[in-house]
């Protein structure tokens, strides 16, 4: 015998084969219109499931019907058993991201649980609805599943004899029912006193009335007959007796309503259930019905399906061409047919069938609307939900804090904060309006209305290519600018900038300079009353280290007179594309009113690539040449630096790649090549960098080191584009398996770094003959949002001498700063719970002094947005340092601070 993990029941009651606490996981596929699980063991018996999902660890029980249905149902196991018998479990909502839990089920057990690569493969198959197909069609199980043993208690059974006794009752009870109706019927004195004119026959009466005695004799024609005198012809001719009772009689064998209301229970027929008789088709196509099969129908199906009855004579087979019975192959629905020898054939009946779980596909994508919920989510105790994006994505929102839905039941500890939804700060992010809104625990949430009113009316921003602040990149200076819109973009100051922290290699010799090509000047014209400038420049492309000819005469001005000569540009990549004078030169002509001027230089790229106007204009006589174009050719420029000289197992490191001379607005492709000594050159990866409208780009990437051997040892990087090569630079890696490598000896070491962030109320003595002042983290802050009146905001130490000077002056203070260098400090103002960075001020590149400390003041401005911060809130600041050098990082401890904002300053007292 095979060893299984449960054993067979055939009953849905062994207690070994019920299976609890079964978890598994459903994630919505946007591509399905079904939702389903496949417990481990099944199939498996219906009436045995309790079902859960788990919301944070709560368990929520989910109801038959109204969350899930029962699918992949085991037909022949159900009809064996008596019990309705499943292999899946259907989830009505098909967005359900969530752990459900079968508490508990049980396993039909044996031969017919799938193995694990058993199950794998029938979820993999299952590409059509669930519901509509059955575990005898998807499971592949070679062997039918086999009749089951049912016992019947022959106690209920009724013999002939008994049956023909109640129907005899039956009859006896229509019967006195019937013979009640008769004195009413047989009363001859009008009792509802019905009139001749109510019945339409009062003309009848003017002709008289017949007897008996005429109504028998039946000659006059002219009289009425009424009903007793038409009685008693009859009773004088027999027939009433005979015809009235026979009639009644039928009448009431006829009458199917249960005229006399009997009960199963009269009829000792409580316990059989009302159901109807399975017809031959029922039976033929093994219908799934509820009725009752006679004995003809099931003699019908033990023959058809293989078997015959003992008096049966086997040469009567099905009528060639009748339809058997039906099953599913794949999505076509196939029948199975007699060929009238007692063979079979089968065919299809119909290709596609929805009975076999076929579905058209759509004819277009059908997704929710834009702010449907899909579902509803608790985090903690608030409540979110999950709404549609119109695109079939998703998107999330709050909904609700301290939700009963979600678990809260009472107060909160005494602890006032503000309601949920009140707006703590806002500002604008574009056109689009960021509110900072409290939660109503004493956290917050950012809550962000696109194209909002009040980003886009009446607001001015600064001019596209206003540089609004630098800060550095490795060694590149970088500007952000503004973009006219209210947003920013960055963008390359100076490439290997000594601010920092570049340090110029040795240049290599310089070349002569190109030789000057001839420029052919105009002829020299006689003095004239009448001055003329002209302009002559290089034709074609200008190359880098080729010549850049600025060649202008004057002629006709008055002798030793005066000149003013300026030279003016207009093109896309310098300037921001707006005409810019670019130098001017002034001097005195000769006697005959001529001077020559000659302005050419060699080509150093420092221009973008592109054409430029270029014009010259005598501002004296107010003379101006006309527009000729230079075309300047591409003079890449790219650099490439590393955040990490030393590289262990584990640590990540940031190569950066900045490009220059490049065309405006273009996205160029750069492969980052690497040289070792165990592969040699190769290429590492490519990467994508965008130019803004000078021509500029960088792009930077964070690599992580996960210390295997592939990289030992110094491994050489560099840049290229374009045949253009960067500088290289050398990161040294030490694998796990190794020791790290040891630096070469310095004459001084330095030591460890001690590198933290303070608040500080004095600075000390810069040579540290004496200590600054630190504020300490139990000192209550302040954050002006019109700090000494002049509408900016400051952060500092509160002073409660005066509202003019409400914070004292206070520093932001980088301490030991090692190796002596520049020190980007900035100041983050964080939400009550620490947890959410509202705002940060503008970054301060700032030089260390000679104990290696750097700082800025930070009461008076620090560049943060006003609209963002709310006067009356709580908030916390803390100090953000950055080691330009190294590139270390700290931060100092949390400060509480309350938020407010004085009066305007008018002066006076």
Not at 260 to 279: F, G, Y
Request: charged content about 15%; some cysteine; proline content about 6%.
């Amino acid at each position: 015998m095979a060893d299984y993990t449960y054993p067979e029941d055939r009953t849905g009651t062994r207690a070994s084969n019920l299976i609890t606490g079964e978890e598994h996981v459903l994630t919505p596929d946007n591509h399905r219109n079904f939702h389903f699980i496949i417990p481990k063991f099944a199939p498996f018996y219906a009436e045995s499931v309790k079902l859960f999902k788990s919301i944070n660890g709560t368990l929520l029980e989910l109801k038959e019907g109204i969350d899930y249905h029962f699918s992949l149902e085991y037909v022949s196991a159900s009809l064996s058993t008596g019990k309705p018998v499943y292999g899946g479990i259907s989830f009505v909502d098909l967005s359900l991201d969530a752990k459900v839990v079968l508490q508990q089920y049980r396993t039909v057990g044996g031969q017919w649980t799938l193995n694990t690569q058993e199950m794998l493969e029938t979820i993999a198959n299952i590409v059509f609805n669930p519901r509509k197909l059955t575990w005898d069609q998807i499971s592949g199980k070679p062997v039918t599943f086999g009749p089951t043993d049912h016992t019947f208690d022959f106690n209920n059974l009724l013999t002939e004899k008994q049956i023909g006794d109640k129907l005899r009752d039956i009859r006896d009870a229509i019967l006195t029912a019937a013979q009640a109706n008769t004195d009413h019927e047989n009363r001859m004195d009008n009792p509802h006193n019905v009139s001749a004119i109510q019945l339409g026959v009062g003309a009848f009466y003017q002709k008289g009335i017949a007897t008996i005695t005429e109504a028998l004799d039946g000659k006059d024609p002219d009289k009425v007959i009424t009903a007793s005198v038409l009685k008693s012809v009859l009773e004088s001719l027999g027939i009433i007796d005979l015809a009235s009772t026979v009639s009644k009689f039928n009448a009431h064998l006829d009458r199917i309503d249960n005229p006399h209301e009997v009960i199963s229970q009269q009829l000792d027929l409580d316990l059989v259930e009302n159901l109807e008789v399975a017809n031959l088709s029922d039976v033929l196509s093994k219908r799934k019905v509820r009725k009752y099969v006679t004995l003809d129908a099931l003699m019908d199906y033990i023959r058809i399906h293989g078997c015959a009855t003992a008096d049966e004579d086997k040469r009567k087979y099905p009528v060639k061409d009748s339809l058997l019975s039906s099953y599913c192959k794949v999505r076509d629905n196939m029948g199975i047919y007699a060929d009238g020898y007692g063979g079979t054939y089968e065919k299809i009946i119909e290709n596609n069938s929805a009975s076999c779980g076929y579905v058209p596909p759509p004819s277009s994508p059908q997704h929710a609307a834009k702010g449907t919920i899909l579902t509803r989510y608790c985090v903690g105790f608030e409540q979110h939900g999950l709404y549609a994006d119109g695109y079939g994505g998703t998107y999330s929102n709050f909904i609700a804090m301290n939700s009963p839905a979600c678990g809260y039941t009472g107060d909160n500890g005494g602890v006032t904060h503000p309601p949920a939804g009140t707006i703590l700060g806002q500002y604008c992010d574009g056109t689009t309006q960021v509110q900072t809104k409290a939660n109503g625990s004493g956290g917050s949430y950012e809550d962000r209305v696109p194209n909002s009113s009040a980003c886009t009316s009446n607001t001015t921003y600064p001019p596209n290519g206003t540089l609004m602040s630098t800060y550095c990149d490795g060694t590149n200076q970088m500007g952000r600018y503004a973009d006219g819109k209210g947003g920013t973009y960055n963008a390359v100051v100076q490439a290997n900038s000594s601010q920092c922290g570049w340090v110029s290699p040795t240049p290599a010799p310089t070349p002569p300079p190109p030789t000057q090509p001839p420029v052919t000047p105009p002829p020299t014209l006689p003095p004239s009353n009448n001055p003329t400038v002209s302009y002559t420049i290089t034709t074609g492309v200008i190359n880098v280290n080729t010549w850049d000819a600025n060649f202008v005469q004057l002629a006709g001005f008055t002798p030793n007179s005066a000149y003013s000569v300026e030279f003016w540009m207009q093109g896309p990549g310098a300037f921001n594309g707006i005409a810019t004078k670019t130098t001017t030169v002034n001097g005195n002509v000769d006697a005959s009113g001529r001077a020559t001027i000659d302005k050419g230089v060699t080509a150093a790229g420092v221009v973008p690539a592109g054409n430029y106007d270029v014009w010259v204009v005598e501002a004296r006589t107010n003379i101006r040449t006309n527009k000729q174009v230079k075309q300047y050719g591409e003079n890449l420029g790219l650099s490439f630096s590393t955040s990490k000289s030393i590289a262990k197992g584990g640590d990540t490191y940031r190569l950066t790649t900045s490009l220059s001379g490049g065309r405006p607005n273009s996205t160029y492709t750069v492969t980052i090549m690497e040289r070792g000594s165990s592969f040699g050159s190769r290429a590492k990866q490519t990467r994508t960098i965008s130019t803004s409208s000078n021509g500029t780009g960088s792009d930077y990437v964070d690599i992580y080191y996960d210390g295997s051997t592939a990289y030992s040892g110094s491994v050489f990087m560099w840049a290229e584009l374009s045949g253009t090569k960067s500088n290289e630079i050398s990161v040294t890696f030490t694998p796990n398996s190794t020791p790290a490598p040891t630096p070469a000896p310095t004459s001084a070491p330095p030591p460890a770094s001690n590198f933290r962030a303070v608040f500080s109320t004095y600075l000390g003595a810069s040579n540290g003959s004496s200590p600054h002042t630190e504020v300490p983290t139990s000192q209550r802050m302040g954050i002006d949002l019109n700090a000494y009146g002049g509408g900016s905001v400051g952060v500092g130490v509160l002073n409660s001498t005066g509202w003019s000077n409400s914070l004292s002056k206070t520093y932001a203070l980088a301490l030991t700063v090692l190796p002596k260098s520049r020190v980007i400090i900035q100041i983050e103002v964080l939400d009550a719970s620490g947890t959410i960075v509202l705002a940060r001020s503008n970054p301060s590149n700032v030089n260390t002094n000679e104990v290696n400390n750097g700082w800025f003041e930070c009461q008076a401005y620090t560049g943060i947005p006003g609209n963002v911060l709310a006067a009356g809130m709580n908030y916390i600041v803390r100090i953000v340092a950055t080691n330009v050098n190294s590139g270390e990082v700290t931060r100092s401890a949390n400060y509480n601070a309350y938020c407010f904002s004085t009066p305007v300053y008018e002066g006076g007292g």
